[in-house]
């Protein structure tokens, strides 16, 4: 669980020194952007903007009962981040598993992609996609319910 927090703690804390020397300096508003920058930054990176993951096994289970997607991803992520932004409201109605949190995940992402944990893999009607255009991912969508 820390190692998804990493980034996120790691970007808080650089904000805040340059927040800090940007005070001392006397220059406060550029330590309020500096810091409201790094904030975001920080909240983008963590794992709060994507919906609650699953463990691999259970989203499975779901995804064959209901048809809906799987989508294996990590935090700090570029990739991951820029599909789950563009599927939107969307995003909530697939089932994610975090690879970093459940061992069986990141296996069957190792499986489908020739022992590379690349993400985001997509796993639709038992196929895998590796790294699928996000408007391709919402007409599946689409399709499953």
């Known amino acids: 669980m820390m190692r998804a927090w990493a980034l996120p703690m790691l970007l808080l804390l650089c904000g805040s020194v ?3 020397r940007l005070l001392v300096s006397g220059n406060p508003g550029a330590a309020a952007v500096v810091l409201l920058v790094f904030v975001l930054l920080a909240g ?4 709060l ?3 609650r993951s699953t463990g691999a096994l259970e989203a499975q289970r779901r995804s064959a009962v209901d048809g809906r997607p799987v989508v294996f991803w990590r935090p700090g992520c570029t990739y991951c981040m820029r599909l789950r932004i563009r599927l939107g409201r969307n995003a909530r109605r697939m089932h994610w598993v975090d690879i970093w949190r459940d061992p069986a995940g990141a296996a069957a992402v190792r499986a489908a992609n020739d022992g590379n944990e690349t ?3 997509v796993i639709v ?3 895998p996609h590796t790294n699928p255009d996000p ?3 919402r ?3 689409s399709r499953s319910t």
Do not use: D, E, M, Y
């Open 18 to 20: 340059l927040t800090a």
């Open 44 to 47: 983008v990176n963590s794992p």
């Open 49 to 51: 903007i994507f919906p």
């Open 119 to 121: 993400v985001p893999t």
């Open 125 to 127: 009607a038992g196929r």
């Open 135 to 137: 408007a391709w991912v």
């Open 139 to 141: 007409q599946q969508l």
